[in-house]
């Protein structure tokens, strides 16, 4: 039996192991008997001459020249023991286990974010600021009913279902919303200091049902319309009440 080939079988086999522990794709660390055979291997090749690893684990040079000459566009793996291998394949997996938990606190806040968005309800109008023009009528109206008004600082938006919010600051500073119905008759308004979410309530009772201001055409007695102040908008929330109530 020729044994001459011996060392070069040894010296491809120590290659495969090497690319499969520096290689691109490494999986060794999950072969520990690749992983021992990677470590006796390079014991071995630290072992013999100089000389003799140059031309591949004890080779004669002879045959090293009429071998294939390694590729020049792989480097060649660093030298270490068994213990600094062992380091750099730990170290290996830290990095992928980093990279990993990085992705899943990625993945993890952005679904907090959407599940947050769908979780909020959605406004059955969103009522936009009116025209100069209008705002000239909301303007006269409220400083009629209202002298704690700023008036700088009147604002209109569209009318939904025939009542209609305006926004001002009082001389608190306050913000106040009022929602006036037909016939410019208006509800009391409810005014917050900066910072707070400024909302106003318009129900519908029993004995309000032919009130200007009370209620909501269309909506059963009990119904809630909540008009949402969000300073470019004001969003309407409709809760009707049950037709048994």
């Known amino acids: 039996m020729d044994t001459s080939s011996q060392p070069s079988d040894d010296k491809r086999e120590l290659d495969a192991l090497r690319r499969r522990a520096y290689g691109p ?14 470590e006796e291997l390079e014991a071995a090749r630290k072992a013999v001459p100089p000389d003799a690893a140059d031309t591949g684990l004890g080779e004669p040079a002879a ?13 060649a793996p660093r030298e270490g023991t068994p213990q600094s291998l062992w380091r750099r394949l730990t170290a290996t997996r830290a990095r992928r286990s980093s990279l990993v938990a990085g992705a899943l606190v990625v993945f993890l806040a952005l679904a907090y974010t959407m599940a947050s968005l769908v979780g909020q309800p959605r406004p059955d109008a969103i009522l936009q600021p009116i025209a100069d023009e209008a705002e000239n009528a909301v303007f006269k109206t409220l400083s009629f009913y209202s002298s704690n008004a700023d008036e700088s600082t009147i604002r209109g938006y569209q009318p939904y279902r025939g009542r209609q919010p305006v926004f001002h600051m009082d001389k608190r500073g306050y913000q106040c919303l009022r929602i006036f119905g037909p016939g410019s008759r208006e509800s009391d308004p409810n005014c917050v200091p900066p910072g707070v979410d400024l909302f106003a309530d318009v129900v519908t009772w029993p004995l309000q049902n032919q009130d200007f201001i009370g209620g909501i055409p269309g909506l059963p007695d009990g119904s809630i319309a909540r008009f949402h102040y969000r300073g470019h908008s004001v969003d309407v929330f409709l809760y009707p009440a049950s037709k048994a109530d």
Do not use: V, Y
């Open 25 to 38: 794709n490494p999986d060794i660390q999950t072969d520990p008997a690749a992983l021992a055979r990677l």
């Open 63 to 75: 045959a090293a020249d009429g071998a294939p000459s390694p590729d020049p566009a792989r480097p």
